[in-house]
């Protein structure tokens, strides 16, 4: 145990976080500005300076503490080497110091992970991608800071704006609205964007142009963080009519209805005739909700030869008057479902691939919905129903291209879709989902869909700018 330890040069953030002596620091608060890096090089610091102290890094699963803490920090210590710096023990997940100081690594998901923090002691704690933790574990985790040393203790946190934690490090550290119990002189928050990141700018300039097509809210979240945007309309890229601005800034100067005509900066269309040509080959998809006592929601699905959805039909659970249908047993909805698609001229003959929520395969209550389903000839695969991935996949597809063509098209006949898609509003308490006590089952069956057929966000269209302007640089010249 030799060699010097070398530590890369910190940017001016970073900086800022390994000085500053707050005693709940929260650093970050955007994708990409460092947050991992500082953590990892601030609990060296702290190890090799405090003989004998406690340092604790928490993420949410060990998969991420791995990939963004042990395989970097047994690199930098160089852990297994002979003149290793300091010695990582993997069934305790524990670096240790010549000087007695460790780094403990803990995840923490589960009501049982939680259990495991009840009888740990640290000294400093780092809680990386805090966010991610619901509000109980704050206190849970304050708790374990305590000790009988003279070291003093302190939390460390690093966040982006979403997730399950929005609204307490919002409240605590953005916000400031401190309660009773928390000293407002304990607290402070140092923001650190991508842009701040010179080392990640230099070596993956790519990464910013990820994060800038990303859609809209997402992008002001992580690239610019901004705490303040998951609030109101969740869908607010649904174009039901040609969307004249957009198609403007991009320089095509066509009418609504010429737009409309040819599909461009709209989501809904009018129904192309699929029983004839080219259409009638298109593979059909079928995406389903289950509801009783609720709207249930069915819709079919036509994929072009690019992979563009087209939702050309739909059966939902109250169409006409309110509430009809919502007391169709599933006998009775799969029964109409099958007469549908031997009927109907763009459906029949055809074979359809079905995917519905995996609740449907639960059998607790007797036969499930989905055995009901087979029952008369209507099948379906499970879908995928992670909620935040499944919601950005409808906004990738809501996304218009350069020449203003989306990769999800509604016919003009689909009521339910067009209802109640702009009805949908952020939840006020999981930041990123939607508000599930509103009427959200087409949303429901749609993410389904898209999860099945992910796509990757497009390319924002490169803006010009001029990067170097010629007087500006006469002025900067010094004489
Ligand atoms: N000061 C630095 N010197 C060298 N590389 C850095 C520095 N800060 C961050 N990086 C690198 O930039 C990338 C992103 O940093 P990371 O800490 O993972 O960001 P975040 O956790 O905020 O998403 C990583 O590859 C990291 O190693
Ligand atoms: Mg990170």
Known sequence: MSRRLEIPMPSEKQKLFLTDTHKYICFGGARGGGKSWAVRVKAVLLCEQFPGIICCIVRKTYPELRENHIRQ?????RCGS???Y???????????????????F???DTESDEGRFQGTEVDVLFIDEATQQPEQRWDILRACLRGVNQFPKRIYLTCNPGGIGHEWVKRIFIDRRFRDTER???YTFIQSLVTDNAALMREQPDYLDQLRSLPPRQREAWLYGNWEIFEGQFFEDFR????????EAAGCTLSKAELRAQRRWTHVIDPIDLSHGEPRTWNILRSYDFGYGKPFSCAWWAVDYDGTLYRILELYGCTETPNEGVRWTPDKQFEEIARIEREHPWLKGKRIEGIADPAIWDASSGISVAETATRYGVYFVPGDHKRIPGWMQVHYRFQFDENGYSRLYVFSNC?????TIPLMMYSKTRPEDLDTDL???????????????PVTPLREVPKKVIISDPLNMFQEREY
């Open 73 to 77: 920090l047994r690199q930098m210590l």
């Open 82 to 84: 002979s003149d290793r």
């Open 86 to 104: 300091a010695s990582y023990n993997d069934s305790e997940k524990k670096i240790t110091f010549p000087n007695g100081s460790v780094i403990l």
């Open 106 to 108: 803990r995840y923490l």
């Open 184 to 186: 407002p002189e304990d």
């Open 240 to 247: 039901p009519e040609p969307d004249l601005v957009a198609a």
């Open 415 to 419: 009521r339910a879709f067009i209802r």
């Open 439 to 453: 009427e959200d089952h087409v949303a429901d069956e749609v993410r389904y869909l898209c999860m099945s057929r």
